[in-house]
């Protein structure tokens, strides 16, 4: 008895990135708004939307990634992005068809595809279909939403 020094261990938290861990383990609102802050939590975790031409990733044309401001997923590409005349960050397509989900959204009177992250569920913005370059479709997202990484 009383032989071990040190009986610690089994709880012990990973060494990894604090911001990623609480990332993974936020599940309330309160702590979605500690870890975002309130303009993004205001559309992240709300659903809302920023005002038009008010996002400071509208006007980027630098070559890069755009992640997740929730989660930091890879969401969408700079190859993938245009300037629609919306006022919103317009991309035609994501990184990858299992990035995003696709939920009908009935809010505001309209029926509107909201989109979300795959990983974290953070409300990223709305799809239209046909409304892109050569009848792509529109992926229409907040700045808020996202974090942009340029490419080295
Ligand atoms: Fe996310």
């Known amino acids: 008895m009383g032989s071990h020094q040190n009986s610690a261990g089994a709880d012990q938290p990973e060494p990894a990135s604090r911001m990623t861990s609480s990332r993974a383990r936020a599940t ?18 709300a659903k809302g ?6 996002g400071d990733l509208l006007h ?3 070559d890069g990634i ?7 997923a890879e969401l969408f590409s700079s190859g993938s992005k245009y ?7 317009s991309f035609h397509s ?14 505001h009177g309209l029926v509107r595809t909201e ?7 953070g409300h990223l913005g709305h799809v239209f279909d046909g409304e892109g ?7 229409c997202i907040n700045s808020l939403s996202l974090r942009f990484l340029a490419s080295s």
């Not at 300037?83 to 960050?89: A, E, L, Q, V």
């Open 49 to 54: 939307t920023e005002p038009p031409f008010s």
């Open 83 to 89: 300037d629609s005349g919306t006022g919103w960050p």
């Open 28 to 45: 309330t609102s309160e702590e979605w708004l500690d870890i975002l802050g309130p303009d993004r939590a205001a559309i992240l975790r």
């Open 94 to 107: 994501p990184v990858d068809a299992a990035s995003v989900e696709e939920h009908v959204d009935y809010s």
């Open 60 to 62: 980027m044309r630098d």
């Open 66 to 72: 755009y992640r997740c401001a929730g989660c930091d």
């Open 133 to 139: 370059p050569d009848g792509a479709k529109r992926y």
């Open 115 to 121: 989109v979300t992250c795959s990983t974290c569920g």
